[in-house]
């Protein structure tokens, strides 16, 4: 097992979409698709980063995030609102260090709180929260190992279930977890990579999916 350390965040800012919570859900019916993005256009709303803990940006039809520094994060997200979701992406780390972070944020309020599902290119998992700037694991004191989670440089399509006060994470379509929190009733969804101890992580993102559960 190995913690989580998301102790320094840094947060990719795109402007608030002006729609309320509930608004796309109730004219989109069970399983359909609230929100989509394969990245293949690079105006499509997510912002980007470029400084010294790494860059993000759209690269080659995909969603790229590096990391420069150790034990920092970098995430985005498109500007939605949405309370409960199901939403997919595909992840594939393609060099730098085995032990890192990448997954999903649901119900994003602003840049101190939100719930996240990671993994790690080690086959590690975690679910958790950032409340008010202090980050804490919900499925355990550390992120804990799965044999569902393809491990190097494999691709592994991650799903994060936000549906009431159940928060799932799904990997490679089989339940690796599932906690439950009440903390968080709405708000954005987004991509997530972090760092470790060591630098160079290197991941790409793609076909992001946000369906109706």
Request: aromatic share 12%; net charge negative; glycine share 10%.
């Amino acid at each position: 097992m190995k913690p989580i350390y998301l102790l320094l965040c840094l947060l990719i800012i795109p402007a608030l979409a002006c729609s309320t919570a509930g608004f796309a859900e109730g004219l989109v019916p069970s399983g359909g698709v609230l929100y989509q993005d394969y990245f293949a256009n690079t105006n499509s709303g997510w912002d980007g980063y470029s400084g010294p803990a790494g860059s993000a940006a759209y690269i080659n039809d995909a969603y790229h995030i590096v990391l420069k520094q150790p034990n920092v994060n970098l995430w985005t997200h498109p500007g939605k609102i949405f309370s409960d979701v199901r939403e997919e992406v595909s992840v594939m780390p393609v060099s730098g260090p085995q032990a890192n972070r990448m997954g999903l944020i649901c119900r994003l309020k602003d840049e101190k709180n939100f719930y996240f599902f990671v993994i790690s290119a080690d086959g590690y998992y975690g679910i958790g929260k950032s409340k008010d700037g202090t980050v804490i694991l919900l499925n355990g004191n550390l992120m804990e190992k799965n044999v569902d989670i393809l491990t190097g440089t494999q691709e592994n399509r991650l799903r994060a279930d936000c549906i009431g006060k159940q928060l799932s994470l799904y990997v490679n379509n089989t339940k690796v977890a599932s906690v439950q929190d009440g903390d968080f009733a709405s708000g954005d969804v987004g991509i997530l990579a972090g760092s470790f101890e060591k630098t160079g992580v290197d991941v790409y993102f793609d076909n992001f999916i946000v369906y109706k559960p």
